[in-house]
């Protein structure tokens, strides 16, 4: 057999593991034969072109969908996306906006080389630093003092968690969505906990992104289309030398290749000003040397960390959701319905008639006759005397004669009805109790009235055998199955003789 | 005839016919009461791996009229040679009408191949009315099985067996109320024996239910690892006004934790009843009882969403930040003391004011306010406990044949303790670490069910589950 190749398959993403937690809790409320049955059929047929466990849930997945809409998973998908697009415009706007306002220059004061390296490098740092800690394994909470409440604070502050607040713009469909994604988190806390926590570093990077992005375009803007002199100003015990060193650690990453974009003892000896000393002083045009140093270490300490831990961030995102992906609850069970033989042993469907529930037997009592011929059916083992005394005590009768039946041909119980109906005597049969009424004596019932006319009275008696020779009327679940079986007879002038309180009590559960 | 190994299971009514089929097939749907005549028609139960058939057991109703049948048979009888001839021609002239509906139905299958297993109940006395119908069955000429069902007692296993082994050639006992699941195997193994042809696929059929088994196994596994990480973290919560004096809804909360647990305990059982083909099965059982001291903690909430801890960390937070830039304002000389002392301050003073912030009102809503928590349980034993009860119930469902229908009752069994005192003290640390670690928020269920897998496996073995605590069912 050969095997073709299958398409490869989608990535694990928000919207693949909203999708199979959804149609697993639909499964739940199956029956699990339908499921492994299900199942089953579509694992064999993916079994010829779908190779790896993840993967053949993945295409279950897809075969499960229905419908050409998106689906609840997609929607989320979407919303959070809509979602972090607002993000990222918040952070170009935040960014640019930033940008301008650092790099403002109104012809007296210069834009001050301190304000934008403590923006744009020493806070963003602060914040990378923060991020870092955001990121140390959920394992490290439990060992690391205070790491869970310091955590806790940073996740506050995180723009990752501004989404939810922002989902109030989203069309309903998608907020329904996206509500019913942190529905399944919350659910689910300890599976989403780590996949939550990088959705939510993933989303502050983009902000991060979107915003150093932003910034640096715009300072390169007011680089090219307006003209920029820097200076640098600080009350801080900081001199032209010790600035330079600043600089020159800061421009270590690029120093070989781009040697001239680190600002010379000259030029921060020459740009340095106070507001106090009538501000600043120096060559403008000169001081505009600053600028590819600044907007370096802006791409360098800004920008690049922000898309590293983004795309670390990404990484691990898909990383935590293929993990949910595949311990969510019930993926395993799905998995083994998908991959194990499915072995039936049940019968398909409901049985036919459906389940009966026997009534309590009609109370009857015909009129008792003084004499009776007794009939020992199916070769219930009781001795002349004992049905004599069986007559005496349970119907006050005397007795004619016993007689056999049951046990030989249809020709003998044919002789047998035409002997009671001669004898004149009413018949009273003797049954076994522990015995079920058959449509066999059910017959006889019948061949018996007809021969014996309507009124003559006719008695079943299903025997009970308490000691050796002791014989009495059955009363329990015995006598009431006969007795119910026998009014389905619907003859007025049979009457089932079972102990006294058996007929009419109701012990159906 | 297919070749499908077939077997009809055919006797006098009300003798336990649907209790084999339903405990063979392991389905509690068989319909089985004490009224005679409740199977109608034939029903067949195929065994099916991946939809391909291995063998089939087929219900059917019970003798009526076999005296009558018989003696319509001995009238149309030429010689020894011709009895199947006799029985297809019985079938074919009474079929479709109403005088052997019964018989036509069971006699066919018979008669289209399948072999036969012949039910008599082993406690109530043989009789001579049983011999029209095995005599009929004779006159088949198909292979043959006699299966004494001891439905109450065993009073006339050996009456029976006396009489039985006139007519077939083998003869077993089965109980099919309580067969374990080995048993249940030996006699399908034992089925073989009926013809050659069969027996290969039979022992298919047992090798696939036995692996079977063992999936079954690992999908109970699982489903108490669940279990037991849902009720680890178990909390309940309820919001008080600032004012509100928590010990008057500790008892209320308590008992809604308690619900919580009960209602998570009884979906697992239900789940184990039904992985084991269960679907019906009436429980009592008592509730957990637990003697921990320390359900109750309070803490306080605030409108923003932040508890106690977080309040206090973000006050700590925002005084380190300010000190930092007074540290930052003197270069450095403070040698960030200004952060540490701005942090004790802003976390103290956070501390202090939790509570007056969370008696605020502003509109008329409340800031905040007090915070009741039940659970999580947090006694070392208590995870013991719930396995403990899961593992008993367990042993009971899967030592239970589908044709009990009494109530399944697991009352205070002293061999319930045992569970977890005869676990291997090994398994017993993982256990233990497994625990903690699910405690502390950690995912470990896939963990958890593979250290609980053998465990299971061995409740499942043969003897494990005790046969006591059973109700009868109504009749």
């Known amino acids: 057999m050969t095997s073709t190749s299958s398409p490869p398959l989608p990535r694990v993403d928000l919207s693949r593991v909203v999708d199979l937690a959804a149609a697993l809790e639909a499964d739940a409320q199956l029956d699990p034969e339908t499921l492994r049955r299900r199942d089953r059929t579509l694992g064999r047929a993916l079994g010829e072109r ?59 004061h210069p834009v001050n080389v301190v304000q ?64 019913r994604a942190g529905a399944l988190a919350r659910r689910h806390q300890r599976l989403y906990g780590n ?42 015990h900081l001199d032209a030398q010790g600035l330079a060193r600043w600089a020159q650690r800061l421009a270590l990453p690029w120093s070989h290749a781009l040697p001239d974009a680190i600002p010379s003892l000259d030029l921060i000896r020459q740009t340095q000003y106070f507001r106090g000393a009538g501000g600043f002083s120096g060559d403008a045009p000169r001081s505009a040397a600053w600028w590819r140093f600044l907007l370096l270490c802006m791409a360098c300490y800004g920008l690049a960390p922000r898309l590293a831990l983004l795309t670390f961030a990404s990484w691990r995102q898909r990383a935590a959701l293929r993990r949910v992906f595949t311990t969510l609850p019930g993926v395993a069970d799905l998995r083994d319905r998908l991959e194990s033989r499915w072995v039936a042993t049940a019968a398909s469907g409901a049985e036919a008639g459906g389940p009966s529930r026997p009534g309590a037997p009609r109370p009857r009592r015909v009129a008792r006759p003084a004499r009776v011929r007794a009939v020992r059916w199916s070769g219930v083992p009781i001795a002349d005397g004992a049905v004599a005394e069986l007559v005496a005590d349970a119907l006050g009768a005397e007795l004619a004669g016993v007689v056999d039946g049951g046990a030989g041909s249809g020709r003998a119980d044919a002789d047998l009805v035409a002997e009671l109906a001669a004898a004149g005597d009413p018949p009273v049969v003797l049954v076994k109790s522990w015995e079920p009424p058959l449509y066999e004596f059910l017959d006889l019932l019948g061949e018996l ?53 058996t007929v009419g009590a109701e012990t159906e559960g | ?59 059917t109703p019970g003798f009526q009229r076999a005296r009558r049948a018989l003696e319509w048979m001995r009238g149309h009888e030429t010689h020894a040679g011709a009895h199947r001839a006799v029985v297809e021609s019985f079938v074919a002239e009474h079929r479709g009408t109403n005088r052997f509906p019964d018989e036509c139905a069971l006699l066919a ?27 009929i069955l004779r006159w088949t000429g198909q292979p043959s099985l006699a299966l004494i069902n001891p439905i109450s007692g065993t009073d006339h296993v050996e009456e029976w067996r006396a009489a039985l082994q006139q007519y077939f050639k083998i003869v077993r006992v089965f109980d099919a109320h309580s067969a374990s699941f080995e048993a249940r195997l030996e006699l399908l193994r034992g089925f073989g024996q009926l013809n050659e042809a069969w027996r290969e696929p039979l022992e298919a059929a047992v090798a696939a239910l036995a692996e079977e088994r063992d999936r079954v196994h690992a999908r109970t596994a699982r489903t108490l690892a669940g279990l037991l990480c849902d009720v680890l973290v178990h909390v309940s919560t309820r919001r008080l006004a600032p004012d509100a004096d928590p010990a008057l809804y500790q008892t209320s909360l308590e008992q809604t934790w308690k619900d919580e647990l009960r209602e998570r305990e009884r979906r697992a059982r239900r789940d184990v009843e039904r992985i084991y083909g269960h ?66 301050l ?130």
């Open chain 1, 116 to 179: 934008v390296l403590a923006v744009f490098v020493a806070l963003q740092l602060a914040l990378v630093a923060a991020t870092v800690v955001l990121s140390l394994p959920e394992s490290w909470r439990r060992r690391v003092p205070g790491l869970a409440a310091l955590q806790d604070v940073l996740r506050l502050a995180s723009p990752g968690r501004w989404l939810p607040a922002l989902r109030g713009l989203l069309p309903p469909a998608q907020r329904d969505a996206f509500d």
């Open chain 2, 109 to 135: 299958p018979i008669l289209d191949g399948a072999g036969i297993l012949y039910v008599a109940d082993g406690s109530l006395p043989y009789g001579p009315e049983f011999e029209a119908e095995m005599e």
């Open chain 2, 279 to 344: 679907r019906s099965i009436e429980r009592v059982e008592g509730g957990i009882e637990l003697l921990e001291q320390d359900l109750f903690s309070t803490d306080h909430w605030f409108f923003w969403g932040l508890d106690r801890r977080q309040l206090i960390a973000s006050g700590a937070a925002g005084g380190a930040v300010l000190g930092g830039a007074i540290d930052a304002g003197v270069g450095g000389a403070s040698l960030l003391l200004g952060s540490l002392v701005g942090a004790a």
């Open chain 1, 50 to 108: 779908v190779e790896g466990a993840t993967a053949r849930v993945e295409a279950w997945l897809d075969a499960r969908r229905t419908g050409a809409g998106p689906s609840s998973g997609e929607r989320a998908l979407r919303a959070q996306r809509v979602l972090r697009t607002l993000l990222v415009l918040a952070g170009l706007l935040l960014g640019s906006s930033t940008a301008l306002t650092v790099f403002a220059y109104d012809g007296v």
């Open chain 1, 195 to 236: 996949a939550q926590k990088w959705s939510l570093l993933v989303a502050s990077q983009l902000f991060g992104v979107s915003f150093h992005g932003a910034a640096l375009v715009t300072a390169a803007g007011l680089v090219v289309f307006s003209d920029l002199a820097f200076g640098w100003s600080t009350t801080l």
């Open chain 1, 449 to 501: 009235r007809e021969a014996l006319g309507e009124g003559t009275p006719l008695l079943v008696v299903p025997l009970a055998n308490p000691g050796e020779d002791r014989w009495e009327p059955a009363g329990g679940a015995h006598a009431r199955t006969w007795a119910r079986r026998l009014d389905a007879a619907a003859d007025p002038w049979l009457e089932v003789v079972t102990a006294p309180e």
């Open chain 2, 346 to 475: 802003g976390g103290a003073g956070a501390w202090w004011t939790s509570t007056r912030l969370a008696r605020m009102r502003v509109l008329q809503l409340p800031m905040g306010g007090r915070l009741l928590r039940c659970g999580p349980a947090s006694s070392a034993n208590f995870p013991y406990v719930v396995l403990g009860r899961a593992l008993y119930h367990h042993a009971r469902v899967a030592g239970r044949a589908h044709a009990d229908r009494s109530e399944l009752v697991l009352g205070d069994d002293p061999d319930r303790a045992n569970w977890i005192e005869r676990m291997d003290p090994g398994r017993r640390r993982e256990l233990d670490r497994i625990f903690r670690d699910i405690r502390a928020g950690e995912e470990r269920t896939a963990d958890l069910a593979e250290c609980l897998l053998p465990v299971v496996a061995e409740g499942d073995a043969p003897g494990a589950a005790r046969t006591s605590g059973s109700r009868p069912a109504p009749r």
């Open chain 2, 1 to 59: 005839m297919t070749g499908i190994p077939t077997f009809a299971v055919v006797g006098h009514p009300n003798k336990g016919k649907s209790s084999i089929v339903s405990t063979l097939a392991q389905d509690d749907s068989v319909r089985i009461a004490p009224e005679p005549g409740t199977t109608t028609e034939c029903r067949a139960y195929p065994m099916r791996i991946d939809d391909e058939v291995q063998y089939v057991l087929i219900d």
